[in-house]
């Protein structure tokens, strides 16, 4: 990503796109493991009394991770997206200096109208 404007036109919002996706498929395999855990689907030979707890918190991180790079990529794509990347970085980086969430909550310029809502307060 760090280098994405240096190479082809396009190449940030395509390496976007494949994070998204797999962002995505890895949400979707992590719903269905969820499913399988409460149908008593786990390792053969281990109760998952034995590790409840673990795999509860493994499997919560990792679903709300791949979330949050799910939202991220698309939140990223609109920066791509917006009129004027510098105020769009700008308001990025002044919601990050005040300690706020950024992604999908910062005020971005938006293509043919004007700057979306300030962002929350945490």
Do not use: K
Request: charged residues 25%; glycine residues 12%; neutral net charge.
């Amino acid at each position: 990503m760090l280098f994405a404007d240096q190479g082809a036109p396009g190449a940030n919002q395509a390496v976007l796109g494949e994070v998204a996706e797999w962002a995505h498929r890895s949400r979707a395999s992590a719903r269905e493991r969820a499913r399988g855990y409460l149908t008593g689907d786990y390792i053969a030979g281990l109760e998952m009394r034995q590790r409840a707890v673990i795999v509860a918190q493994t499997v919560g991180f990792l679903a709300d991770f791949y979330d949050l790079v799910e939202r991220w990529a698309a939140w990223s794509g609109d920066l791509i997206d917006g009129d004027d990347g510098v105020a769009a970085a700008r308001a990025v980086f002044d919601q990050v200096a005040r300690g706020r969430r950024v992604v999908g909550r910062a005020s971005l310029p938006r293509r043919g109208g004007p700057p979306a809502g300030p962002a929350a307060p945490e």
